[in-house]
């Protein structure tokens, strides 16, 4: 099974993954992710793409495509993944096309925009694992009562300015997306501001699983 995860930043890509990718029997792969670890290796790729993502800009097409394009040609990819956060442009999407990936469904996450600035200024990532959190008061999941909060990390595009840009970057260049995967047919739209438990089982129905 090949999933696409569509939806602006905070809208719940990253956590409705982690949480039905055993289930699905497929992996996550966040070109966000991919991203963050080249950043922390320090290796080029990490070098030009850290200022495009501080600043919540998308990284280069080009740089992105190459990136992913290896990752899906590893062994643990064999029975299938979910992309959460790549296509981004309509040009990415293409090149995915091109690469004859045979996408089942694009699942997108509709959410408000005051919704996505609550939870991404609350969100957490724990160092060790990856797992995210949101520590608002109102937030899903809350971190475990004994984990020290030195072991979470805020991300840097978590910062206000940082979301209001990716917001707008997200209107500009990734919603287009939408008409053009509603065209194919393989767009299911998930009301993304529910309980995490009723995104996920909306996203089982829609991918028959
Ligand atoms: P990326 O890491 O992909 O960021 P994003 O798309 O902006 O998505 P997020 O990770 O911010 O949000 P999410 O939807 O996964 O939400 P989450 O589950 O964490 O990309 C980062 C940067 O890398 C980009 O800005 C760009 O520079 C670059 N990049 C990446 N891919 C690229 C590409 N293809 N092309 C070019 N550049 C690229 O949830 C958010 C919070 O809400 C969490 O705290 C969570 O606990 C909470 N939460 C989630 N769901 C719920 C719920 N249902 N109820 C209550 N709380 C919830």
Same mark, same amino acid.
């Given at each position: 099974?090949?999933?696409?995860?569509?939806?602006?930043?905070?809208?719940?890509?990253?956590?409705?993954?982690?949480?039905?990718?055993?289930?699905?029997?497929?992996?996550?792969?966040?070109?966000?992710?991919?991203?963050?670890?080249?950043?922390?290796? %320090?290796?080029?790729?990490? @070098?030009?793409? @850290?200022?495009?993502?501080?600043? %919540?800009?998308?990284?280069?097409?080009?740089?992105?495509?190459?990136?992913?394009?290896?990752?899906?040609?590893?062994?643990?990819?064999?029975?299938?993944?979910?992309?959460?956060?790549?296509?981004?442009?309509?040009?990415?999407?293409?090149?995915?096309?091109?690469?004859?990936?045979?996408?089942?469904?694009?699942?997108?996450?509709?959410?408000?925009?005051?919704?996505?600035?609550?939870?991404?200024?609350?969100?957490?990532?724990? @160092?060790?694992?990856? @797992?995210?959190?949101?520590?608002?008061?109102?937030?899903?999941?809350?971190?475990?009562?004994?984990?020290?909060?030195?072991?979470?990390?805020?991300?840097?595009?978590?910062?206000?300015?940082?979301?209001?840009?990716?917001?707008?970057?997200?209107?500009?260049?990734?919603?287009?997306?939408? %008409?053009?995967?509603?065209?194919?047919?393989?767009?299911?739209?998930?009301?993304?501001?529910?309980?995490?438990?009723?995104?996920?089982?909306?996203?089982?129905?829609?991918? %028959?699983?």
């Amino acid at each position: 099974m090949k999933l696409i995860f569509l939806g602006p930043p905070g809208a719940g890509k990253g956590t409705i993954a982690q949480r039905v990718t055993d289930d699905l029997g497929v992996v996550q792969i966040s070109t966000g992710d991919l991203l963050r670890a080249a950043v922390a290796e %320090g290796s080029d790729l990490g @070098k030009e793409a @850290k200022g495009y993502m501080d600043s %919540g800009e998308l990284v280069p097409d080009t740089l992105v495509i190459d990136l992913l394009k290896a990752r899906i040609l590893k062994d643990d990819c064999a029975n299938g993944f979910i992309l959460d956060g790549f296509p981004r442009t309509i040009p990415q999407a293409e090149a995915l096309n091109q690469a004859g990936v045979p996408i089942e469904k694009v699942i997108n996450f509709v959410v408000a925009d005051e919704l996505i600035i609550h939870r991404l200024s609350g969100r957490r990532i724990h @160092k060790a694992t990856g @797992k995210i959190y949101n520590v608002n008061p109102d937030g899903v999941p809350q971190p475990p009562a004994d984990m020290d909060p030195s072991e979470l990390l805020q991300r840097d595009d978590d910062q206000a300015e940082a979301i209001a840009n990716r917001l707008v970057v997200y209107a500009d260049q990734t919603e287009p997306l939408i %008409g053009y995967y509603k065209a194919t047919g393989l767009l299911v739209d998930i009301e993304a501001s529910q309980q995490i438990d009723l995104i996920i089982a909306d996203v089982k129905q829609a991918v %028959g699983a």
